[in-house]
């Protein structure tokens, strides 16, 4: 990849985002052999090569999800038939399951799954999950002796359990079944359970490898489902509503099976939209009790306890649990999603998955339970608008101790950044639950690994950490773990806690760690760029071609476009942090406008003049009509012009500009390299690097100097330095 830095101050001093952009080789020659079996303009056959999609049968794997044959899960899963042969004994026999869950958003739909399905289906249930703050993740002792007391025969865990040895080992002693169901990275001894089902544990190559909780919760539901005769969509189809919110929330790859049984959902969006309507609303507030599934208990020190009850559950299905959480983008209004079919997993990882997560870290996770559980409208409406109270609450802490965090930065920690390379915070009276999302804030700001935590009581400190892709957190956390209590993760994020005796301990340990594995260079927010797009480009056409991306998520991002030498219209804040803006970029004498925004950028503000942009595409429906604006993510100078050539022998190859072709190449020049660009009439233009006038004729002695800080000159040697792949200073 191309590589760029930025420059922290503009020549006006202006603080501009430090970040560092990689703009992907475009691969010309492949985009055009692909164009011949998508039946897609390059620049789009471009975004699939980015994504690893670069043979025709991956393409048409990609681009044609209804094809792909999956495997039956029984044969992926080796313990997949003892649990459903577990549970249909305990179906038959009337014994009481119980549900162990966790509090993200994972393990809350996971939950509200397994209680639907199993109680369509005959089952006695009830559900538990472990109080975050008192604690903490996972099955318990005191859950499974709770359990037992109550006559449970057969445990389940979700989102949790691969790690629960002890736990696991006690119920087994009480002759509680237990069957496992998880998706996180296996322990060296794995938990005595009866059954466990984790794709971690499955061949690699399976379809079913990148699940989340919910993913391996959802594959045991429909299993069961189909083995006892009664897999109708009216049951099928909220599982896999609650699946889709699960996943996204939760982060999980969109890839593989991940994103076929997601665009299945997204297919019937619209249909879902309908269903929650204006009438549907209104008879929201004159709704009577109608048949509830009820958590009785609450969040306490021992965590939620949900019981099952005895409701008539006829009607359950025939509410789609997606309808019930939409309240929560407008709790105040009427729900009338403008576009519904404009609707992206984004709505649902940047809309709905925070506010179910909010209840996690902050309140009872028996809300989110009932909400995704209900027949009635009303106990869903009520429901949602606690889910939206309490965001509001998080969204205030995370503001709060966001800013204490920066103020801690910059007067102690950010002269010493370039060599400890890590940063370290510890502070009282931080609240545990929203402080991962600081780190991740602080991650985006300074583009070092963070580590963050707070004081419970004198002695002790519990934190969160994330990192960045050349930093692997879970290593790190392992690396000192002689100086931590509990610590667990991944390569992005992870937990850990200590004693506070071990903070300055940690503190030296992280950095030697992180001076292992991170050069200076790596302290940037990194920007990933797929390709270079002019304004003119940018309509409602080529936004509907990027669809073809679609479901996008983790692993299939969201496609990231750059634009140079644009025009700062106009900018104002909006909001409390954010910055809109009016952009402009003249082409042949033609200018065209589009409008942007930038998510949290007041330290920005007001941005330079002529700046090169990073961005995503988003559709806005405002007074009936549809518009394609921009999603700022990065902004620089200008910087067309400082390039180094990173072969050592001329360059050569040709290229796709505004559907024309060019032949371009870097060639020796007396002092210096030259870039030259062969139009197709022939006519060259000649670019010493470095410089920033170029030669534009049909031979030297004819040429005349030209500006290429010029749109319709920098944006043609953008794109052939793309060709070229030459790396940029």
Request: glycine residues 6%.
């Amino acid at each position: 990849m191309l590589d760029r830095s930025t420059p922290q101050f503009s020549r006006l001093g202006q603080k501009l985002p430090s970040q560092r952009w990689q703009i992907y080789p475009q691969k010309n020659d492949l985009a055009q052999k692909l164009a011949a079996i998508t039946n897609l303009p390059p620049l789009i056959n471009q975004l699939l090569i980015n994504r690893g999609i670069e043979t025709p049968e991956q393409a048409q794997a990609f681009l044609n999800l209804e094809s792909l044959a999956l495997p039956s899960p029984l044969d992926d899963f080796p313990d997949l038939a003892v649990s459903l042969e577990l549970l249909q004994q305990a179906i038959a026999s009337q014994e009481k399951i119980a549900i162990c869950g966790d509090y993200d958003a994972d393990g809350m739909t996971s939950t509200a799954l397994l209680l639907r399905s199993l109680r369509w289906l005959g089952a006695r249930v009830n559900y538990a999950i472990p109080s975050r703050m008192h604690e903490g993740y996972g099955i318990n002792k005191r859950i499974i002796e709770e359990f037992h007391s109550e006559g449970v025969s057969l445990v389940l865990t979700v989102d949790n359990g691969i790690s629960a040895f002890e736990p696991i080992a006690r119920a087994r002693e009480l002759g509680l079944k237990v069957i496992v169901t998880d998706h996180h990275d296996i322990p060296q001894q794995l938990p005595p359970a009866d059954a466990i089902l984790n794709p971690k544990l499955i061949n690699e190559s399976s379809p079913y490898r990148g699940v989340a909780g919910v993913g391996v919760a959802y594959i045991l539901a429909v299993s069961l489902a189909h083995q006892l005769g009664k897999a109708q969509s009216s049951i099928l189809d909220p599982l896999l509503e609650l699946f889709t919110l699960g996943t996204i929330a939760d982060l999980a790859p969109l890839t593989g099976v991940n994103r076929h049984w997601v665009k299945m959902v997204w297919q019937q969006l619209p249909q879902i939209q309908t269903d929650w309507s204006a009438s549907a609303y209104s008879d929201v507030w004159s709704a009577g009790e109608g048949n509830r599934v009820r958590g009785e208990g609450g969040q306490g020190d021992k965590g939620t306890r949900g019981q099952g009850g005895q409701v008539e559950l006829s009607s359950l299905f025939l509410v789609s649990p997606l309808s019930l959480v939409y309240p929560i983008l407008n709790p105040k209004s009427k729900i009338q999603i403008q576009n519904p079919k404009s609707l992206k997993p984004e709505d649902i990882g940047f809309r709905l998955g925070p506010r179910i997560n909010a209840i996690g870290r902050l309140a009872d996770p028996e809300i989110v339970i009932e909400l995704l559980t209900t027949d009635d409208m009303g106990i869903a409406l009520e429901r949602a608008m606690q889910c939206e109270d309490i965001n509001r609450r998080r969204q205030e802490l995370c503001e709060e101790i966001e800013k204490e965090a920066i103020a801690l930065v910059e007067a102690e920690y950010l002269t010493s950044l370039p060599e400890d390379r890590v940063l370290v915070l510890v502070q009282p009276e931080w609240h545990h639950g929203v402080i991962g999302i600081v780190a991740s804030r602080l991650v985006e700001r300074y583009g070092a690994p963070v580590f963050i935590g707070t004081y419970e009581g004198e002695e002790h400190i519990r934190g969160s950490a994330r990192g960045i892709p050349e930093f692997h957190v879970f290593e790190a956390l392992d690396y000192c773990r002689d100086l931590l209590g509990k610590f667990g993760g991944h390569k992005a994020a992870g937990g850990f806690s200590l004693v506070s005796e071990n903070l300055n301990a940690l503190r030296s340990r992280l950095s030697e760690f992180a001076n292992q594995c991170l050069e200076q260079r790596h302290l940037k927010p990194l920007v990933k760029i797929d390709t270079l797009v002019n304004f003119n480009q940018i309509d409602r056409y080529f936004y509907q071609q990027m669809n073809v991306l679609e479901p996008c998520g983790i692993d299939n991002p969201d496609p990231i476009l750059w634009t140079p030498n644009v025009r700062v219209v106009e900018q104002e804040i909006v909001g409390k942090n954010h910055v809109k803006l009016t952009l402009s970029q003249t082409i042949n004498e033609r200018s065209y406008r589009i409008k942007a925004i930038a998510w949290r950028w007041r330290d920005y503000f007001p941005l330079p003049s002529q700046v090169d942009i990073a961005y995503k595409l988003r559709e806005n429906e405002f007074n009936g009509q549809i518009n394609i604006e921009l999603e700022l993510l990065g902004v620089r100078l200008p910087s067309q012009n400082h390039y180094s050539v990173a072969q050592t022998t001329p360059a050569r190859t040709s290229f796709e500009y505004n559907e024309r072709y060019y032949d371009c190449g870097i060639y020796d020049n007396s002092a210096l390299p030259e870039l030259r660009i062969m139009y197709p009439e022939k006519v060259i233009l000649a670019v010493p690097l470095g410089q920033s006038i170029g030669l534009l004729g049909t031979s030297r002695q004819e040429a005349r100097e030209v500006d290429i800080s010029q749109p319709q000159y920098a944006c043609l040697i953008q794109a052939a330095f793309q060709a070229l792949s030459v790396a940029p200073r």
